[in-house]
């Protein structure tokens, strides 16, 4: 029997709250909250991308564009810290959808080192189209969950990102 058999014998019949109070370990993938966390990503992302793949985004363009949606002319600084991107990755992403006509960049009048970021006209008129595509990407991750079960998801995560951001050791 493989080890990740037998830990799955092991806390077959345990629940989870259970399952947190016996020695685990890291490895053991069930349990382990950065291993669930990043393949419940993965898996969003994949869910989103293929929807946005339908109207020739990716979920990363998507992610900055609901940005803009938001707060238009933000800076590449700060788009790169809400979308969660290194800046190479966000200077390629603004590259190719600048060619596709969705966004411009514009130094700030204030500081010539800053670059703005804006929607164009047809990066704007993309919203009515991808905000539901967004709905039913979430929809289908909260399948089954109460409102009051969809709150405590968000709560918990908000809190462990803040845990996680908060830095030291």
Known sequence: ????AAATDQFEHVSTAAVLTLPVGPLDFEHNPGFLVGR?????????DRRMREHGLTFA???VMSRLWWQDGLTQS?????VGVDGSTLTGLLQRM????????????AD????????????RDLLPLLNPEAEAA???LFQGFALAERATFFDLMHRALRNMEAGGR
Request: hydrophobic share 30%; net charge positive.
């Open 98 to 109: 600048t060619r596709q006509g969705l966004v411009r960049r514009r130094r700030d009048r």
């Open 61 to 63: 363009q998507a992610a």
């Open 112 to 123: 010539g080192r800053v670059m703005l970021v804006y929607l164009t006209p047809r990066g």
């Open 1 to 4: 029997m493989t080890p990740s």
């Open 40 to 48: 419940l990503s993965r898996r969003i992302s994949a869910e989103v």
């Open 78 to 82: 700060q788009l790169q810290e809400q």
């Open 138 to 140: 979430n929809e289908r």
